[in-house]
T-cell receptor
Framework: GDSVTQMEGPVTLSEEAFLTINCTYTATGYPSLFWYVQYPGEGLQLLLKATKADDKGSNKGFEATYRKETTSFHLEKGSVQVSDSAVYFCALITGNQFYFGTGTSLTVIP | GAVVSQHPSRVICKSGTSVKIECRSLDFQATTMFWYRQFPKKSLMLMATSNEGSKATYEQGVEKDKFLINHASLTLSTLTVTSAHPEDSSFYIC????????????FGQGTRLTVV
């Protein structure tokens, strides 16, 4: 069945470091892919999305490219800030089915 | 983006009582709503999926008589935790999607339930 596999954390980086959080997926159809972010004590917020192959989603300095050939949607940011500390979830939607990765906790230290 | 409002954000209740959590889509019609439970430092656990006007579909292991879900309108779903016990203490999150293929889900702010 369809699924999302996400890099396990926790991840700890120094401020201004480069971030990559890996996400790969399995899907039989043509899914849309998403990254959500959850700040401490809050619900999830949509960070970025891509709806078809080769699309690049971007927001707040984060980027992810929908790679059909490698079935991946890795999240990247060139220079993280302390305020980026949160849990990041990769997600896949196909039709009416919605699948989450297990979440990756990111801590950015000054 | 679209707004989903979840209320209350925090609730403390006595063991044996029932608690109702509301989830509203404020600026779109939510044909499908999802209820999740999240344990500390853990991922989201899908509890149930509800479509407006239909009975909710519960995930395996979730007691439907304990976690009552109602999705009576296109903008409101409620989760009622009946006869709550301390082990029901958790962070509950709702999300809502509009009709349409591959549309994203928008999440409520979450409800921290503490049963004492």
């Amino acid at each position: 069945g369809d699924s999302v596999t996400q890099m396990e954390g926790p991840v700890t980086l120094s401020e201004e470091a480069f971030l990559t959080i890996n996400c790969t997926y399995t899907a039989t159809g043509y899914p849309s892919l998403f990254w959500y972010v959850q700040y401490p004590g809050e619900g999830l917020q949509l960070l970025l999305k891509a709806t078809k192959a080769d699309d690049k989603g971007s927001n707040k300095g984060f980027e992810a490219t929908y790679r059909k050939e490698t079935t991946s949607f890795h999240l990247e940011k060139g220079s993280v800030q302390v305020s980026d500390s949160a849990v990041y979830f990769c997600a896949l939607i196909t039709g009416n089915q919605f699948y989450f990765g297990t979440g990756t906790s990111l801590t950015v230290i000054p | 983006g679209a707004v989903v409002s979840q209320h209350p954000s925090r609730v403390i209740c006595k063991s044996g009582t029932s608690v109702k959590i509301e989830c509203r889509s404020l600026d779109f019609q939510a044909t499908t709503m999802f209820w999740y439970r999240q344990f500390p430092k853990k991922s989201l656990m899908l509890m149930a999926t509800s479509n407006e006007g239909s009975k909710a579909t519960y995930e395996q292991g979730v007691e439907k008589d304990k976690f009552l879900i109602n999705h009576a309108s296109l903008t409101l779903s409620t989760l009622t935790v009946t006869s709550a016990h301390p082990e029901d203490s958790s962070f509950y999150i709702c999300s809502a999607r509009a009709a349409g293929r591959n549309t994203e889900a928008f999440f409520g702010q979450g409800t921290r339930l503490t049963v004492v």
